[in-house]
């Protein structure tokens, strides 16, 4: 079955740096565009970015934008995430999940968390 696992979280002051993981088991990864979610204490489910399944596309949520880099790595089967210049606000759960981000109910991982603070 499908198996997301999210790695790399943890806690950073704001302006620092963090890379997310995520291992992909359970199907063909080449095959798939993945994307990446968020979800902040209380709020909803925010989509963050996008890959294409050969990494040549990529798109980001206006609230990262210039800030964050998704790749991949498919010989590897693992899904990235660089997030430099992180701000409070960048406080959340992260996910990553097989498929396009606008495809309703996509798999999703169990979540790393990133918190953000002075």
């Known amino acids: 079955q499908v198996q997301l696992v999210e790695s790399g979280g943890g806690l950073v002051q704001p302006g620092g740096s963090l890379r997310l993981s995520c291992a992909a088991s359970g199907f063909t990864f080449k095959n798939y565009d993945m994307s990446w979610f968020r979800q902040a204490p209380g709020k909803g489910l925010e989509w963050v970015s996008y890959?294409?399944?050969?990494?040549?596309?990529?798109l980001y949520a206006d609230s990262v934008k210039g800030r964050f880099t998704i790749s991949r790595d498919n010989a590897k089967n693992t899904l990235y995430l660089q997030m430099n210049s992180l701000q409070l606000k960048d406080t959340a759960v992260y996910y990553c999940?097989?498929?396009?981000?606008?495809?309703?109910?996509?798999?999703r991982g169990q979540g790393t968390q990133v918190t953000v603070s002075s």
């Open positions: 890959i294409t399944t050969g990494g040549g596309s990529t």
């Open positions: 999940a097989k498929g396009a981000y606008w495809i309703p109910g996509i798999p």
